[in-house]
């Protein structure tokens, strides 16, 4: 496939019509719709209705409830995937085999099996198309004025780090069936929720090398975990605590990175502005020094609308976008060895995970029944 003509919008279908698709993609959609970037030529939804419905409000020429039929007929260039992980391999392979590029929302898929076949059905080359995770807090401007300025040294070495995504789900939020469970959703919230600040940890930090995790499920009757803790060690040497729960009625998204010239800390919840981020010097840092890290310049707020426009601009140029390939199999891969790690009671090393290892292919690695709620004894 060529790069796509760069005055032309690029014709974008929508599968799942659901809240996110509502909330979050179409009115990035529609904005970049507006400015000449993307054009919505059709929407795909298993309930008729409801892809009817979303189709007639937004003015979506062609719905359908078949997926395949939608990229034989329309053709489109980008195919946003808004479903639950189950289906985003079999759905972005048929969309990559389709000749459109893929914007797959998050978690990826619930397996780096799946992941990697991802990655197989695209076409190869330079120009794509290719497949990407919908991971928005990489493409927030505090997020790239600091990305930038740690890969300049500016705040010398970093040492230490905190990733922490404390929120709070109730037992309604768990009644959605493919929620909470293995071989639907690939995990709890280390993959479901605290996977965004993950993978923002380590495109700040760079390439992890170790990770000892635990997790446990204390509160909801689900399969898979509600709360984990992990160390992750980098290649650079700095080491750092992640912490994911929907346990905590004091929600709050954090990252705090201490360096040999600095403290950098982002706190917010769902998506952060420039205000959000707080730099502290070290001792002795010039003030005009200082200065210049606080000029985070013109404030583009994380969002699905950030994203967007940078991978809109990288079809056009026919390259590789920030979130695809190994780009957004680093996350993964590090979600997968903190539950690993959790299983085994061992410490999980990068690129130890692949084919013949029961954890490539499911993130409980089979294990059968796993429950780690608290005893009755235990709580004596």
């Given at each position: ?23 979050s993609h179409l ?210 040497g700095a080491v ?49 020094t200082v200065a ?89």
């Amino acid at each position: 496939m060529s790069p796509h003509h760069p005055s032309s919008p690029l014709r974008t279908a929508v599968v799942g019509t659901g809240g996110i698709a509502r909330g979050s993609h179409l009115p990035a959609l529609r904005t970049l719709a507006a400015e000449g970037g993307t054009e919505l030529v059709a929407a795909v939804d298993v309930d008729a209705d409801a892809v009817r419905a979303f189709a007639d409000e937004s003015g979506i020429p062609y719905a359908s409830t078949d997926l395949d039929a939608m990229l034989d007929e329309v053709r489109p260039d980008l195919v946003v995937l808004c479903t639950p992980p189950a289906v985003h391999r079999e759905q972005s392979v048929a969309a990559l085999r389709a000749g459109a590029w893929v914007w797959c929302e998050k978690p990826p898929c619930p397996s780096l099996a799946d992941y990697d076949a991802v990655e197989a059905a695209e076409k190869g080359g330079d120009a794509g198309p290719y497949a990407s995770i919908v991971f928005q807090h990489r493409f927030g401007s505090g997020a790239r004025h600091v990305r930038r300025l740690l890969r300049e040294g500016a705040f010398g070495r970093p040492l230490v780090a905190h990733c922490q995504t404390t929120w709070y789900r109730d037992a309604a939020y768990y009644a959605v069936p493919w929620r909470g469970r293995w071989a639907t959703e690939g995990g709890g919230p280390a993959m479901g929720h605290g996977i965004h600040q993950t993978d923002l940890l380590l495109d700040l930090m760079g390439p992890w090398s170790e990770v000892r995790g635990m997790a446990a499920r204390l509160v909801h009757d689900v399969e898979s975990e509600d709360v984990s803790t992990a160390q992750v060690r980098f290649a650079s040497g700095a080491v750092a605590t992640v912490v994911n729960s929907v346990l905590s009625p004091d929600e709050v998204s954090r990252i705090r990175i201490d360096c040999e010239r600095a403290t950098i800390e982002l706190t917010h919840l769902y998506g952060y502005r420039n205000a959000d981020w707080r730099l502290t010097p070290a001792p002795g840092v010039a003030e005009e020094t200082v200065a210049a890290w606080r000029d985070f310049g013109p404030d583009e707020p994380s969002s699905h609308l950030a994203q967007l426009r940078t991978l809109v601009a990288d079809i056009r140029a026919g390259r590789r976008h920030a979130t695809s390939g190994a780009g957004g199999r680093r996350t993964l891969e590090l979600i997968t060895g903190l539950y690993k790690s959790a299983f085994t009671d061992a410490p999980v090393r990068a690129g130890e995970i692949g084919p013949g290892d029961p954890y490539y292919t499911a993130l409980h690695g089979g294990a059968p029944g796993w429950a780690p709620a608290l005893k009755e004894e235990e709580h004596a």
